[in-house]
């Protein structure tokens, strides 16, 4: 396998990145604007979590190369914080991190693997490193049975679902119209 990066590889991740930057930037206005809805147990509120993660599985199961994940998860968290992120520039290094845990799943399956279990695989261990930044970043001054354990699970399973298995599924729903002809993601017809 060619894990040198092609022109057409750099421009995609980069379309990816910036077009979820800008989901970003709208999903943080549902994030605050369901904080009621999460009264009755505020950890729930991490099963909207998985959006902000799925650049990296995305790219990954589309590019296919070392660097897709983390490159496209980081660029993602910079569009993000430019356009005026309510977290500020601490979501850049939180992106990273983020881009890091679905980069390490590729990684452990050696950058072969691109049918459902290692977009589940990579979208938990996105959660994963998710959920092990907020639970210092954001998350510390918690109850950490009661608000912290819950959150970081939730996280996981959000992350698993949608950025997981959602990513998955928009690569399948893509690849027959043509999109992804340029990537073996487009010529893969056996991504069960």
Avoid: H
């Avoid at 569009?79 to 679905?102: E, Y």
């Avoid at 049975?145 to 959000?158: E, N």
């Amino acid at each position: 396998m060619n894990f040198r990066w092609r022109t057409i590889d750099i421009i995609v991740a980069s379309i990816i990145a910036v077009t979820f930057g800008v989901i970003f930037w709208a999903w943080n206005l549902v994030w605050s604007a369901t904080d009621g809805a999460f009264a009755f147990f505020p950890p729930a509120q991490a099963l909207l979590y998985g959006v902000w993660l799925m650049p990296a599985v995305l790219a990954g199961l589309i590019i296919r190369k070392p660097g897709a994940a983390l490159y496209t998860e980081t660029v993602a968290a910079i569009i993000s914080a430019l356009l005026g992120a309510a977290w500020g520039a601490t979501v850049i290094p939180q992106g990273l991190v983020q881009g890091l845990g679905a980069e390490l799943a590729f990684a452990l399956l050696l950058y072969r693997s691109w049918k459902l279990p290692a977009a589940l695989l990579a979208g938990l261990l996105t959660g994963f490193s998710a959920a092990v930044f907020d639970f210092f970043a954001w998350n510390a001054a918690y109850d950490l049975w009661d608000y912290r354990i819950p959150y970081a699970l939730l996280t996981m399973v959000s992350s698993t679902i949608i950025a997981g298995a959602g990513s998955w599924a928009l690569t399948r729903a893509l690849a027959p119209t043509g999109v992804l002809d340029r990537f073996a993601a487009g010529r893969d017809r056996a991504l069960v």
